[in-house]
């Protein structure tokens, strides 16, 4: 792959979040076929993800977005100037108010990726397909399997670690995608900012 092609599929996931293949092959200024080459290798490597996004009609198309370690391709100062940001909004804001932005955050985000979604008469497995799919483009990597009278949801990374590791508060966001998308408060067991090797939220199997 030469290093001009690499780096401008790259930051055009950066700049959009999430591409098709057509709509990079676009950008890029190359064919799709070539594009999938590409893209290929850029996975290989951990520096792009791909997951299914659904419609109301047609096939599911396969979207790409950047990985953590992909972000990391770019200059950081985003990282900087966001934790700056969290010192201040805590240095000014009683804790509990600040819990309260991270939810609403989380909030918006479902509202954003479930506008033309309708779960409500969906089974509780059927959400859960919808939310590792959607957490996906999110940035996240997730399974879940039923267990007796519960399922386990296996969150493996979390693209906001770095901020994670100062400010717990971040873990918000993915409790309220979990609680918002299946319906269900979720019960954290595992951790990754706590060591573990990959956080574990809880769900009752009954709707």
Not at 154 to 169: K, M, R, S, V
Not at 178 to 190: D, E, G, Y
Request: glycine share 4%.
């Amino acid at each position: 792959m030469s290093i001009n092609t690499r780096d401008r599929v790259l930051k055009t996931l950066l700049l959009r979040q999430k591409c098709t293949i057509n709509e990079l092959a676009d950008s890029v200024g190359i064919k799709p076929i070539s594009v999938r080459h590409h893209l290929a290798k850029l996975e290989a490597e951990g520096l792009i993800a791909s997951s299914e996004e659904r419609h109301d009609v047609g096939r599911p198309r396969l979207v790409y977005v950047l990985t953590r370690k992909g972000m990391e391709e770019f200059p950081t100062r985003y990282l900087t100037l966001t934790l700056r940001l969290l010192e201040q909004l805590k240095a000014t804001l009683p804790e509990e108010m600040v819990g309260e932005i991270f939810r609403k955050i989380a909030q918006d985000m479902v509202l954003d990726i479930t506008e033309d979604l309708d779960t409500e008469n969906l089974s509780i497995e059927d959400r859960l397909n919808i939310l590792k799919d959607l957490m996906a483009v999110e940035g996240f990597t997730i399974e879940w399997e039923k267990e007796d009278d519960h399922y386990r949801i296996i969150e493996a990374n979390c693209p906001y670690h770095h901020l994670g590791e100062t400010h717990t508060e971040i873990c918000a966001v993915s409790q309220e995608l979990i609680a918002n998308i299946t319906n269900v408060a979720p019960t954290q067991v595992k951790c990754i900012l706590d060591g573990d090797a990959h956080c574990k939220y809880i769900v009752p199997a009954s709707e």
